[in-house]
């Protein structure tokens, strides 16, 4: 854990003195804020994508003059960072691909465009084969659009390098996932949070081998029977948005409840590294194939209907032997927070207990925050 | 003997518990310092002590050797009082919520307000105030004299106030409005336990559950008989006394 909690600290430092020297020598770096923006892409063209953060209340004020005030404050946040210029990964970014996930940011890009470049991709609303087509055609002009931008071509080999690469990066994440669902659990939701995050931004090969030590390192710990709480802490899921460094405002509250999370069902989480591009294509034209069909099948809620969201809480509710699932969504996120009423409808048939919470990243609801939490973890116990 | 202590936004309560029976009641006025005066409620002679409310964890740094949430007080404090209930709603002084409990008493489900003091004693508390009347107890006393036919559309504490500023300001009578201010915290709460399909018998506790004109409106509106304790501020502590009287008695017959 060490290794992730120097990543952190040093999150102005050195990772962004990497980004500078791989800028000196000619090489690009394009930002993005969701996990439908193919990384292998970029690094196969010879850059090197970061996810941006936007989990802090920050230039507001600035954000204000060209937003509404009442929107989501993930937008608020990006749009507030990259006005009042204060984040250096932003600032790093030669491009920034944005994508049709919301509505909000949807419209947001169009103004975020006046002050850096930004490409959108088109995600698709649902999961029908023309919508594959539609998806598939919107990887292609991304990645002839990544190869114009760093002038780099493309290849087999160093696509099914970089698809490769990214898989294994996935596979470090699963492995410390399945370990999660040992009794007791042998890393916090928090410090797994903190990893999920961690990803989006870190050296690709060098956060994967840092992943594999730790869980080899918890490994030892499982045998052991040494967990971060007690064996019988009741065990929770968290769902909904996701969570952009530095929001970690209601992972911390449950887990100072008397709660361990065990997994998070959230694109700063299991959407980001369950599923693998499939390996051994021989052409790019089939490894772009592959990638779009990878990334269509992530559970969001822009899709109608989003179906295998439900279907696989429950499955992880069964297989993380979780005691219930707390939906997150902050404040006025309409795709998730309209959606929680199938995530109640579904759960409660199966007899799982839910704790709705909408929130933003103040803390002034903090204490009514954590009575909820609290009530809800003493229901469980 | 056991004891709870409820250190809530406006006031604190506690309840001593010894064989099961209630000894001793105090209730006394948060103030500014809450910790300060819940010691002095507290003393040497109880085994246990279970504290609740916002206070709760500020508590157990100092003197409590447990916390429970206020839900689980509440739901405790008011099976014992009347065993078989299924509901819960109490109002305090800043939170609204609603209860469900199993025919064990179990709580299965909750609603709360999210942040804001919207339709709780607060509420009432700046109306009273907005109205000039010396107390809450005074507003809902001349609230009951009032006529129907104002309506108070909104539900955020500052809104509101202004909202019955300009109805004073257009000549509308105070008590009818205090009545519309009052009807506009019944139709909250209400809300709240139709939105989690209530089931009765439903007990009503918290400070506002003192307040006649509350408790005749909401009776009306939900059309259910509405189960008043003798003293609902201090239900709260009472569970806590409950509570701290079970983890005693599960800790001396483990298993």
Redesign the interface.
Known sequence: MEYFDFVVNEIHGLRIQELQEHKKSGGKVIGAFCVFVPEEIVRAAGGICIGLCSGIEIGTAEAEKVLPRNICPLIKSFMGFKLAKVCPYFESCDMVVGETTCDGKKKAFEILNDYVPVHVMETPQTKKERDSALWLEEVKDFARLVQEHTGQNITASSLANSIREVNEKRRALLRLAELRKNDPAPISGKDSLLIEQIAMYDDVSRFTAKVNELCDELEQKVRVQEGVFPAGTPRVIVTGTPMAIPNWKVPHIIETSGAVIVAEELCTGLRYFENEVSEGAGDVESMLKNIAGRYLGINCAVFTPNTGRVERLVELVKDYKADGVIHCALSFCDPYAVEANRVEKVLKEENIPLLKI?TGYDQ??A??LK??V??FI??LG | MYAGIDIGSRTIGLVGLSGGRVEIKELLDTGFEPLDKARQLVSEKYRRVIATG?GRHSARADFAHGV?????AHALGASHLFPGARTVLDIGGQ?TKVILLNDKGV??D?Q????CSAGTGKFLDVMAGALGYASVAECGEAALTGRGGIRISSMCTVFAESEAVSLMHKGANRADIALALHASVVERAAGMLQRVNYQPPLVFTGGVANNRCIVTLLADKLGVEILLPPEPQLVGALGAALAACNQNNKANNPG
Not at chain 2, 68 to 72: A, L, S, V
């Open positions: 909408e002034e609801d204490g009514q009575t909820r609290e009530a003493e229901m | 916002y429970i949430t206020e839900i689980k939170d709580v299965v909750f709360m307000n999210d942040r």
